[in-house]
């Protein structure tokens, strides 16, 4: 049985709400109750779930400077497009971040990627978000997270899905040698 990922997704998050949504107040700083505690471990193990299946997160075999480097010289040999890098630590620094880590955010895409999935959704599918972090994880280690569209076209039907595993396989062929 195939699900579609936008409405299990929004189940997840109606679901959530309601775990979240609080009791009857008890007392100025009355902690959670047991059953609250329960419902909010429950909805925060949905959420996570619900990640691992729309994220793909692996790691980098180069360094940090190097992946970022890496990703954008393949994609420009592939014939992606390529926007700008932003540097989030930098950012963060600057809004007052005191201990953030190093991440950037990758804008790219696969030259027609887009069109592809749009005619292919008929118009109802909505624009890939064409984006990849890599960042210091708290192992030391250096990170890529990016949309999991494997995964995403394995949820949909039809032409869409088809257009989806195309991309998702595009994307797979470029980060094959940078990621573990």
């Not at 109750?33 to 793909?56: G, T, W």
């Not at 990849?132 to 990170?143: L, N, P, Q």
Request: a positive charge; charged letters at 25%; glycine letters at 8%.
């Amino acid at each position: 049985m195939r699900i579609l990922w936008l409405p299990a997704l929004m189940l997840t998050l109606s679901l959530t709400a309601q775990a979240q949504s609080p009791a009857a107040p008890t007392g100025p700083a009355a902690p959670p109750s047991a059953e609250q505690m329960r419902q909010m471990q429950e909805a925060m193990a949905r959420q996570m779930q619900m990640m691992s299946v729309m994220f793909d997160l692996r790691k980098s075999r180069l360094g940090f400077e190097e992946t970022v480097t890496a990703i954008r010289t393949t994609a420009q040999k592939r014939g992606w497009k390529l926007g700008d890098t932003q540097d989030m630590q930098k950012a963060m620094g600057e809004a007052g971040a005191k201990d953030a880590k190093r991440m950037k955010v990758i804008s790219l895409c696969p030259a027609g990627a887009n069109e592809k999935v749009a005619k292919a959704g008929a118009g109802k599918a909505p624009p890939l978000p064409c984006r990849a972090t890599v960042f210091d994880g708290r192992d030391g280690k250096i990170y890529v997270m990016r949309m999991n569209l494997g995964n995403m076209s394995k949820a949909m039907q039809g032409d869409l899905a088809k257009a989806l595993a195309e991309v998702a396989a595009e994307e797979d062929a470029l980060y094959k040698d940078i990621l573990e």
